[in-house]
């Protein structure tokens, strides 16, 4: 269990740290000859089944809020620290409220310096703290009456932590992707380059990689964890809800690194600049205004920010609402995140909330949609956001994304796309997820995008693959549209000729005339079927007027007899078919296929050139057969079959 101290300076904080675990957490040469805590101390007490009590100790001073925010990140309970005499001041006030808009609700008080005040005083600072607590999350928490100083009370606060670590559930982020908050970095004789902080989530162990993020000037730090303490102890590994110090090992300097950095799992390194929220504005303050400027408290970070307001035009003090945080720099952050909100000048609290979303969109940000599906965010079950995501997007969600941003592990994850029965499609590395409503639709606006075509057009044989996945939707990438068009083959729903994709009942008109015509013209395009004559070249070798020709290839092509592979440049259907069989063996062979390739394998005579096959093969990247990557052409998933029947 972390416990981190908060109060009014010189109410003795630092001195019962150390009347608990025996350590000075003041560590500066300047604390000790001021007296007072200028930055976050740390302190370790073992109990007696062998686990260590962390013990993270704030300033109490008012010019240094920044320090104690980040060190209030990642603690499990709060110790505030309220000296008898005084009884509440304007720190422990404030401290207070910003504990209670991080959502830290167990802790406990201990009413200090017992020793140097009377009974009826004792009882009156009791009355004073029951009442600063009344509308906290800590209201009711157990006061312990203490002298830090002469360890008078001290044990039973100790039995009380003790107790309170033993019973506390594991923290169920610990099933995450590693990610720590950075609050300090130092160098160590034999250790080099060693990083601490609370864990957030996830485990970590000696020999892993970890990314620094956000990135410095040389951008995202790669680093191995040679070894690490956790709890102050030796150990192999360490995991959320412990004070972890890890030795890194890497191509990085020590000045590289700083407070306010994170140490994660790779995949979770997603630096941003802005993320939607909700907040909430404590009673007292003036309302916080649209595009106001404030420090950015998040993790062991403060960023300069403004804030956008999605639900209202101001946001009253006692009042939440939908926000989207513009950072001047980035850092990282993920989906329940706690923040907090101070004016420009530092000096005073203004809000705080959590993050909901770290992929937030460019458009349309208060519509009724978007704000709806962040009121869902605020569910800690991801299943009702995910849920509204996949209705909400036709071209589906990109679920390992969505994991990241949660933070789910592989397992969890997968459990949750059961849950939410989502249909799942492999695009590359990717996972994409479909509501399974959405998905029918999509067969139905492929379906209904065939018909139209058909009555439009009913001398074409059909659609090509790539303009019918534009006609159905325009954003539904590749590698679904190509299993959803498997699918309702399979199923006898849609039929292909060639290249062609159409309704079984369709069959393309093709007029005798044309059909006629057509048989004398075509044993000049079968000559020569990988460099066929261009339209300008059958008007010489046959004497038919060059725009007959021109008309009647139009009318064959739009029959699925014939591809236009270039301007003028028409190649038969059966010619088609042999190439992407030789695209598609040169693919597997080489893994790619460039023009030169195919030059040599179609042309071994020389009855061709380069530009003719540079030509075929931005034919085949223009109706999905292929993708071009630099000077190469890689075939594409399912494009195989496209013209199985063909010949």
Known sequence: MIIGTAGHID?????????LTGVDADRLPEEKAR????????AYAPQADGSVLGFVDVPGHEKLIHNMLAGATGIDFVLLVIA????????????????????????????????AVTPQRLAEARAEIAAL???????GCPVFPLSARSGEGVSALRDHLDATAAALPPRRAAAGRFRLAIDRCFSLAGAGTVVTGTAHAGKVGAGDTAIIAPPGREGLIRARVRSLHVQDRPAPSGQAGERCALALAGDFEKSDIARGMWVVDPSLALPLTRFQGELRVPAGQPPLRHLQVVHVHLGTEDIIGRVALLDCAEAAAGSSALVEILLERETLALRGDRFVLRDAGARRTVAGGRVLDIFPPTRHKRSAERLALLAAMRDDDPLPTLALVAAQNLAGVDLARFAAAWNLAEADAEALWLRAGLRQVRDGEALLGYASANWRHLEQRLLAALAREHERAPDLAGVERERLRRMTSATLPRAAFDVLVGELLAAGR??????????????ASVSAADRDLFGVLKPLLDAAPFNPPRVRDVFRASGTPEDIVRQLFRRMARGGELYPVAHDHYFTAAAVAELAATVSRLNAEKGAVRAADLRDVIYPDGGGGRKVAIQILEFFDRVGYTRRVRDAHVLRTAAVQQWASGG
């Open 35 to 42: 007296g007072i805590t200028l930055d976050l101390g740390y």
């Open 11 to 19: 109410h003795g904080k630092t001195t019962l740290v150390k009347a």
């Open 494 to 507: 849609i039929a292909q000729t060639r290249a062609w994709l159409h309704l079984p009942e369709h069959v």
């Open 133 to 139: 607590l009344a509308d906290t999350g800590l209201a």
């Open 84 to 115: 008898a005499d005084d009884g509440p001041m304007p720190q422990t006030r404030e401290h207070l409220e910003l504990l209670d808009l991080l959502g830290l609700a167990r802790g406990a008080v201990a009413l200090n310096k017992i020793d």
